[in-house]
Nanobody, 125 residues
């Protein structure tokens, strides 16, 4: 059974920082692409960032470029996102996603086979 379990969510003031972690456990560990998505109340779930197996290729949505950094530790089967200079509009439930397939659109929800339960990130003004 494969599980993705998040940690690090919480409440932070605008301008502050937060780091989310997503630990994978189970029989399958060779996720090719891992990503972060988020969903604010009343809005569609949107792509935030993605990272390929080697860590050399990363992708970000424009609204978080320069503020968020995605990384992964394959030995620990863990995905991270460091979020700096947080803004109230970053408030959302954040989800970790993963796929073992080597093909697919990294920003599409349909690409991913595994999802975390989500963790709340709230940025106060």
């Amino acid at each position: 059974q494969v599980q993705l379990v998040e940690s690090g969510g919480g409440l932070v003031q605008a301008g502050g920082s937060l780091r989310l972690s997503c630990a994978a456990s189970g029989r399958t560990f060779s996720f090719y692409t891992m990503a972060w998505f988020r969903q604010a109340p009343g809005k569609e779930r949107e792509f935030v960032a993605a990272i390929i197996w080697s860590g050399g290729s990363t992708y970000y949505t424009d609204s978080v470029k320069g503020r968020f950094t995605i990384s992964r530790d394959n030995a620990k089967n863990t995905l991270y996102v460091q979020m700096n200079s947080l803004k109230p509009e970053d408030t959302a439930v954040y989800y970790c996603a993963a796929t073992k397939n080597v093909r697919g659109l990294y920003a599409s929800r349909m690409t991913y086979d595994y999802w975390s339960q989500g963790t709340q990130v709230t940025v106060s003004s």
